[in-house]
């Protein structure tokens, strides 16, 4: 068992920046492959952006691609998404998740094992 914990979202205008931080326990956090997810209001969760295990390995949606980075220091069993350039279209609960399946990270949601609860990213015009 995996218990996730994202922490810095909050309110931020546009062309504003935030890093989100997710803190794991539980389990040897480098045996998981992350990810970032989102959901906004009305709209189904959609793929943000992994990260494979040892942290060589990085995807990101077309949306957040050049914008958005991920990272994450195994050695203090978190995972980060710096979040750069946000519009209002960024808005929305963003998810991280950890999957013991996969070595690197995948933007199919059913293929992470564990959530967090979620963090608010609200971003103003």
């Known amino acids: 068992q995996v218990q996730l914990v994202e922490s810095g979202g909050g309110l931020v205008q546009a062309g504003g920046s935030l890093r989100l931080s997710c803190a794991a326990s539980g389990r040897t956090f480098s045996n998981y492959a992350m990810g970032w997810f989102r959901q906004a209001p009305g709209k189904e969760r959609e793929f943000v952006a992994a990260?494979?295990?040892?942290?060589?390995?990085?995807s990101y949606a077309d949306s957040v691609k050049g914008r958005f980075t991920i990272s994450r220091t195994n050695a203090k069993n978190t995972v980060y998404l710096q979040m750069n350039s946000l519009k209002p279209e960024d808005t929305a609960v963003y998810y991280c998740?950890?999957?013991?399946?996969?070595?690197?990270?995948?933007?199919?949601?059913?293929?992470?094992?564990?959530w967090g609860q979620g963090t608010q990213v609200t971003v103003s015009s």
């Open positions: 998740a950890a999957s013991y399946r996969l070595v690197v990270g995948s933007s199919r949601d059913y293929e992470y094992d564990y």
């Open positions: 990260i494979s295990r040892s942290g060589g390995i990085t």
